[in-house]
């Protein structure tokens, strides 16, 4: 039985650096990471409190007339919502490592050159695995997919999700979130349903290997319709230490039925096709 994660934005201000900064100012400015020109200004929080919480790695949450860091510090690690520059959405940080590209790019053209190397236009019928902070999923409904089916194994993930601006179109009716371990998911889906899947993946370790493994590549070719176009980020892991992980998931690909287009230099990652 799938789960379904009814998605809820929380707060009724979230604030970046830049904006905390400009209040200290009395300037004028956002209380959603740049997304609403023009604020309840009766939402602006005492810069006593805005000094004591602020910093320049921090996103500061305004929820039932408490402001507070929006970071979870949970058993499994800890999650942190972390700004990234004006005008560009924020990333999300697990155990200190970012879930998107930052160098020389920003969240938001990482995630539009994902849906561009998968091709995604209008009609189509999405799965994107490994929801994050939705950003693939919301790129994915305003390129005109259909539906999209998004799967996240992690809610505290969600949590930090629901606590983001920059996330709240994953509230759009078009837009299902499924929550559980994405072997098990995928397994329950329908077969030859999706037009398209996006495979963003956190990076290859033990505890993700059976997101780069072979039996898990047969699920996908399983959902994918023919003729269906798969993107599997993989990023550039082990390249100073001689390990080519495109290419070994590449061959893992080929081997379950795929024909394997190449590498998309932008998006870096993987982009094969399930043959008609």
């Known amino acids: 039985m799938l789960e379904v994660f ?26 959603d990471i740049g997304l609403t020109r023009n604020p309840d200004p009766s939402l602006i929080p005492s810069t006593d409190t805005l000094l004591q919480l602020s910093g320049p790695r921090r996103i500061l949450a305004l929820e039932d007339g408490e402001l507070y860091v929006v970071e979870a510090r949970t058993e499994s690690g800890y999650y942190k919502l972390v700004p990234v520059s004006p005008g560009a959405p924020p990333t999300l940080e697990i155990n200190g490592i970012h879930m998107h590209r930052v160098k020389d790019t920003d969240p938001l053209r990482d995630t539009l050159s994902k849906v561009r190397a998968a091709r995604i236009g209008r009609g189509h019928r999405v799965l994107d695995v490994c929801t994050g902070l939705g950003y693939t999923a919301i790129a994915s409904a ?24 920059w996330s709240r179109g994953l509230g759009d009716p078009r837009i299902t979130i499924i929550l559980g371990d994405a072997v098990e998911v995928l397994g329950e889906l329908p077969l030859e349903f999706y037009d398209r899947i996006i495979h963003d993946p956190p990076r290859l370790t033990p505890s993700t290997g059976d997101l780069y493994s072979q039996n898990f590549y047969q699920l996908l070719y399983k959902l994918l319709k023919p003729g269906g176009i798969l993107f599997h980020y993989t990023g550039e892991p082990g390249r100073i230490r001689g390990l080519n992980v495109p290419g070994s998931v590449a061959s893992r690909l080929r081997r379950a039925g795929f024909e394997v287009i190449g590498y998309d230099d932008r998006a870096l990652g993987v982009v094969a096709r399930k043959p008609k």
């Not at 934005?9 to 400015?29: D, H, L, N």
């Not at 259909?146 to 999700?161: G, K």
């Open 6 to 31: 009814e998605y809820n934005y929380k707060p009724q201000a979230a604030i970046a650096p830049w904006e905390a900064e400009a209040i200290t100012r009395g300037s004028p400015t956002t209380l």
């Open 142 to 165: 305003r390129r005109g997919a259909s539906l999209v089916h998004t799967v996240e194994v992690d809610e505290y993930v969600l949590w930090i999700a629901e606590r983001n601006p």
